[in-house]
């Protein structure tokens, strides 16, 4: 049995300019973060031929163009198997739909663990690319790249995303201190509202091709955020990394009338007034999981705990998309 894990991501300045249609035409820039939340996915061969899947469904069929999961059905479509008998299983700490990369995380978890059945080995910028390559090539979803990224890299790690396609990644230059309070004062959130990233993303992506003047600015200030926040994070300034999330958060929210709603903005205009010093909601929008810099958690977690919202806390992962057992 193949056993890999693949970490979930909190994007810490500059999310949305990793999407192909801006960073072609412009260049992106995001640092990300990956968590100890995870996308387990687990491969083996049956007694008998077909493929299984065990998902949120149940799948069983013979051939490989009856599958029904798109990504399942692409990532078995790359590997050239003698014969079509495997079972894959997947299961999450977190539910997909709540702005942590879930789904990157599992097509990264998936490559990793049908290369280990393969008896293979690949580097983390190949794993993220083949990943990126099945989700936006040839699925054609318009998403970003840095989930795939930062789950085969693990870290805290910043990307350039250059025009020609290529991704550059390297580590921020953070040092022990600052690691340990900036983890300690981000606090997660659970608004309680799933969403598809892909119906958010598509309005940013339509209006970007485009060339929507609106939004390329915005996208090139959010850029800037995440260059500042990299110097400040960087610096140890861990009240400006702060003050530079709500920043971002009101250009953010401009981007999509699906971006927010009045309860999300209550909940975060209730965490402004009990201790952050800034926040966002983390992925597309629209629902998932609200982040926040802290230095006063226990008053925060108090109001939010009235509010009825779920923490979950975590801690960053730096070992990236891993073969557990093999």
């Given at each position: 049995?193949i056993?890999v894990?693949?970490p979930?991501?909190?994007?810490?300045?500059?999310g949305?300019?990793?999407?192909p249609?801006?960073?072609?035409?412009?260049?992106?820039f995001?640092?990300?973060?990956?968590?100890?939340?995870?996308v387990?996915?687990?491969v083996?061969r049956?007694?008998?031929?077909?493929?299984?899947?065990?998902?949120?469904?149940?799948?069983?069929?013979?051939?490989?163009?009856?599958v029904?999961?798109?990504?399942?059905?692409?990532?078995?479509?790359?590997?050239?198997?003698?014969s079509?008998?495997?079972e894959?299983?997947?299961?999450?700490?977190?539910p997909a739909?709540?702005g942590l990369?879930?789904s990157g995380?599992?097509?990264?978890?998936?490559l990793r663990?049908?290369h280990?059945h393969s008896?293979?080995?690949?580097?983390?910028?190949?794993l993220?690319?083949?990943?990126?390559?099945?989700?936006i090539?040839?699925?054609?979803?318009?998403?970003?790249k840095?989930?795939?990224?930062i789950?085969?890299f693990?870290?805290?790690?910043c990307?350039?995303?250059?025009?020609?396609?290529?991704?550059?990644?390297?580590?921020l230059?953070?040092?022990?201190?600052?690691?340990?309070?900036?983890?300690d004062?981000?606090l997660?959130f659970?608004?309680?509202?799933?969403r598809s990233?892909?119906?958010?993303?598509?309005?940013?992506?339509?209006?970007t091709?485009?060339?929507?003047?609106?939004?390329?600015?915005?996208l090139?200030?959010?850029?800037?955020?995440g260059?500042?926040?990299?110097?400040?994070?960087e610096?140890g300034?861990?009240?400006?990394?702060?003050?530079?999330?709500?920043?971002h958060?009101?250009h953010?929210r401009k981007?999509?009338?699906g971006?927010?709603?009045p309860?999300?903005d209550?909940w975060?205009?209730?965490?402004?007034a009990?201790?952050a010093?800034?926040?966002?909601?983390?992925g597309?929008?629209?629902?998932?999981f609200?982040?926040f810099?802290?230095e006063?958690?226990a008053?925060l977690r108090?109001?939010?705990?009235?509010?009825?919202?779920?923490?979950?806390?975590?801690?960053?992962?730096?070992?990236?998309?891993?073969?557990m057992?093999?």
């Amino acid at each position: 049995m193949i056993i890999v894990r693949s970490p979930l991501r909190v994007t810490l300045g500059g999310g949305g300019t990793d999407l192909p249609s801006y960073y072609r035409e412009h260049g992106g820039f995001l640092i990300a973060a990956a968590i100890d939340k995870f996308v387990y996915v687990t491969v083996i061969r049956p007694f008998v031929p077909g493929i299984y899947l065990k998902y949120s469904k149940i799948e069983h069929v013979n051939n490989l163009d009856d599958v029904e999961h798109p990504i399942i059905r692409e990532t078995l479509r790359t590997f050239n198997f003698a014969s079509q008998q495997i079972e894959i299983t997947t299961l999450a700490d977190i539910p997909a739909g709540t702005g942590l990369g879930s789904s990157g995380s599992f097509t990264t978890a998936l490559l990793r663990a049908l290369h280990a059945h393969s008896h293979g080995l690949i580097h983390p910028q190949e794993l993220a690319e083949q990943a990126c390559h099945i989700e936006i090539d040839r699925l054609g979803e318009p998403i970003g790249k840095q989930d795939q990224y930062i789950a085969a890299f693990g870290g805290i790690t910043c990307f350039h995303f250059h025009k020609d396609g290529r991704v550059e990644a390297a580590s921020l230059a953070i040092d022990e201190e600052t690691r340990f309070n900036l983890q300690d004062n981000l606090l997660l959130f659970f608004t309680g509202f799933s969403r598809s990233a892909s119906n958010i993303l598509k309005d940013q992506d339509t209006r970007t091709k485009k060339n929507d003047s609106s939004m390329i600015d915005n996208l090139h200030f959010v850029k800037e955020l995440g260059l500042r926040s990299k110097a400040a994070l960087e610096s140890g300034d861990l009240i400006g990394f702060g003050r530079l999330m709500h920043e971002h958060w009101e250009h953010k929210r401009k981007r999509s009338g699906g971006m927010s709603n009045p309860k999300i903005d209550e909940w975060y205009n209730l965490a402004m007034a009990s201790g952050a010093t800034g926040g966002k909601l983390i992925g597309a929008g629209g629902g998932g999981f609200l982040m926040f810099y802290a230095e006063d958690k226990a008053r925060l977690r108090h109001a939010m705990r009235q509010a009825g919202l779920t923490e979950v806390r975590f801690h960053f992962d730096f070992e990236g998309t891993k073969v557990m057992a093999q």
